[in-house]
């Protein structure tokens, strides 16, 4: 149990254009879901937290505006890239929590992003 | 205060040797210490997760060694396989975020 996906596994698009990746928590509903970024060969970096129905919580030096979330269920999140440029290009991951599971993230496969 | 210091950067290992992996955290208020195997291209998965309130946990070949005076956590993989060749994350959190520790690349020789 506990199984997160993401949609698409790959992406490219081109600059400027805005792209979305979609979040889902397949068997259980989700009471918290956060995005990441992570760059070849270097860590995750928490980019925002959300819940559904409220806005989301974004971290430090992250943009509002260019990394949209939706969180419209308590099992589908969705983040779009805006007016992507190729310095967005990024591995982006999300994961969720389920209740009564505690602190505990379950990580989705990820997305690879390129933008040319 | 938000920082998760990992070492080594990377490790090699010898086929049925001990990989240990190190990390330190400085905020107090953490309680919830996982550690994350993630394959190259891939999701990061969760290994083995330690609280607080214990010094040590053990799942299969996986161990977690916790020093809470010390703020610093470990984990030992026993028994080293090539099938453990990944890199490894350590975190540190709360109900509230996960802050990632930046990584071991293991590599185990036969």
């Known amino acids: 149990g506990a199984v997160v996906s993401q949609h698409p596994s790959r992406v490219i698009c081109k600059s400027g254009t805005s792209v979305k990746i979609e979040c889902r928590s397949l068997?259980?509903?989700?009471?918290?879901m956060f995005w990441y970024r992570q760059f070849p060969k270097k860590s995750l970096m928490l980019m925002a937290t959300s819940n559904e129905g409220s806005k989301a919580t974004y971290e430090q030096g992250v943009e509002k505006d260019k990394f949209l979330i939706n969180h419209a269920s308590l099992t589908l999140s969705t983040l779009t890239v805006t007016s992507a440029h190729p310095e967005d290009s990024s591995f982006y991951i999300c994961?969720?929590?389920?209740?009564?599971?505690?602190?505990?993230?379950?990580f989705g496969p990820g997305t690879r992003l390129t933008v040319t | 205060q938000q920082q998760v210091k990992q070492s080594p950067q990377s490790l090699i290992v010898q086929k049925g040797g001990i990989s240990i992996i190190n990390c330190a955290y400085e905020?107090?208020?953490?309680?919830?210490f996982p550690w994350y195997q993630q394959f190259p291209g891939k999701g990061p998965a969760l290994l083995i997760a330690?609280?607080?309130?214990?010094s040590e946990k053990k799942e299969g070949r996986f161990t977690i060694s916790f020093n809470k005076s010390a703020k610093q956590f470990s984990l030992h993989i026993m028994d080293s396989q090539p099938g453990d060749s990944a890199t490894y994350f350590c975190a540190a959190g709360d109900t509230d975020k996960l802050i990632f520790g930046t990584g071991t690349r293991l590599q185990v020789f036969p």
């Open positions: 905020n107090t208020a953490f309680d919830y």
């Open positions: 994961s969720a929590t389920r209740q009564g599971d505690g602190n505990e993230q379950y």
């Open positions: 068997d259980f509903q989700a009471t918290t």
């Open positions: 330690i609280r607080p309130d214990v």
